[in-house]
């Protein structure tokens, strides 16, 4: 049986995803070939590589001032591309310390210059999103992150910056309609909503590079990745592939929009419950709840062995909260089915 699979990430992919990339293991495109021994450089991969990007502007309708970039080293090596790229010299940028991601990306932003962090849920264990702060033109760019997928808060209005605006949307990108041209600069690991592990997913608007007078490292300077349509090297060609497959289904099943209102009613039925049994208690600020990771406690933990059997029973996987918040931890991302949450919803209601 096929598990209803809750993971942070690496998650849930739609099937039809897995069954292709499969199948371009085997013989890609009918070449008579694996997709994993042909060249990266052979003009099949370029025309995924070239779609898989041009999926992404499609999908976040964004104009030709926006560069796509499939790259390696996760989220956490844009911790430090973004300052490399975007903290000038003398500069200082403006962090938002929402989570533990978040606190990854300010570690690696002071390695390269000032950092200012405007506001922090630290202290409160990240159950909340700060609100409370305001970012002027002293700074060179603002950093956020717009979903916390350890504790389970998201960004539900943007805040206005005079500034540019950088965001790390590894766990919640494609999930909600957004204003995209508000972001100067979005990233994400791809192995949630838009594919497997091994790339990363870089949008970056043209006229902010060059400024900083560093002498970038090839590697790390993003114009370089544009120059070379992210084939400065070998890319991750499986990753990508699989990525290409993930937003191509996205866009021919109603794009964000349809995903959105799926997603919306996943979170609902799952808070809903939360909210109404008594056995049961959100751990995040009930205005900023992601839609996307779902955290919640037990109130009676005499009822952990029960509940964790039953949802076992019940074929759920996944489900167990991070270390650093304990209780559970329901990620619900596109590819989640509502009858999944479901099968949840009546785990909880029998216990
Ligand atoms: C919001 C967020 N940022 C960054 C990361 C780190 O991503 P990676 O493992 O791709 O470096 C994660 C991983 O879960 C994440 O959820």
Redesign the pocket.
């Known amino acids: 049986m096929k598990k209803h699979n809750f993971s942070?990430?690496p998650s849930i992919l739609p099937q039809e995803v897995f069954q292709k990339a499969a199948e371009a293991i085997l013989d890609f495109n009918g070449m008579g070939l694996s997709l994993l021994e042909i060249s990266h450089r052979s003009k099949e991969f370029v025309a995924v590589m070239d779609e898989a990007r041009a999926i992404v502007k499609r999908l976040m309708n964004l104009g030709d001032d926006y560069e796509v970039l499939y790259l390696q080293?996760?989220?956490?090596?844009q911790f430090l591309m973004v300052p490399m790229n975007l903290l000038t010299e003398n500069g200082k940028a403006a962090y938002l310390d929402t989570?533990t991601?978040a606190a990854?990306a300010i570690k690696e932003a002071k390695k390269i210059g000032n950092v200012d962090v405007v506001a922090s849920s630290k202290d409160a264990n990240y159950s909340f999103i700060p609100k409370d702060y305001t970012v002027g033109s002293e700074y060179d760019y603002f950093h956020c992150?717009s979903?916390?997928?350890?504790f389970g808060t998201q960004i539900k209005e943007f805040p206005h910056v005079d500034t540019l605006m950088a965001c790390?949307m590894?766990?919640d990108i494609f999930s909600r309609q957004l204003d995209f041209s508000k972001f100067d600069l979005i990233y994400a690991?791809a192995?949630?909503n838009m594919g497997p592990?091994g790339t990363?997913l870089v949008v970056v608007k043209k006229d902010i590079l060059g400024k900083t007078g560093r002498n970038i490292p090839t590697y790390l300077d993003y114009a370089v990745h544009i120059a070379k349509e992210s084939m400065a090297n070998t890319p991750p060609v499986f990753a990508v592939y699989a990525s290409y497959l993930t937003l191509k289904h996205l866009e021919d099943n109603g794009g964000i929009a349809a995903a959105e209102q799926k997603n919306n009613a996943k979170a609902k039925l799952l808070y809903d419950e939360i909210d109404r049994n008594p056995n049961f208690q959100g751990v995040a600020a009930v205005e900023d709840r992601s839609f996307m990771n779902v955290t919640f406690t037990l109130t009676d933990e005499s009822k952990k062995e029960a509940f964790d059997n039953a949802w076992k029973a019940a074929g759920i996987s996944g489900l167990n909260g991070h270390r650093s918040v304990g209780g559970y931890r329901a990620s619900i991302y596109n590819a989640m089915p509502i009858e999944s949450v479901q099968v949840l919803v009546d785990v909880m209601k029998s216990i």
Do not use: M, R, Y
């Not at 080293?73 to 090596?77: E, N, P, T, V, Y």
């Not at 979903?147 to 350890?150: C, E, R, W």
């Open positions: 942070a990430g080293g996760g989220a956490s090596l989570g991601w990854g992150t979903n916390n997928t350890i790390d590894s766990s690991g192995q949630k592990a990363t």
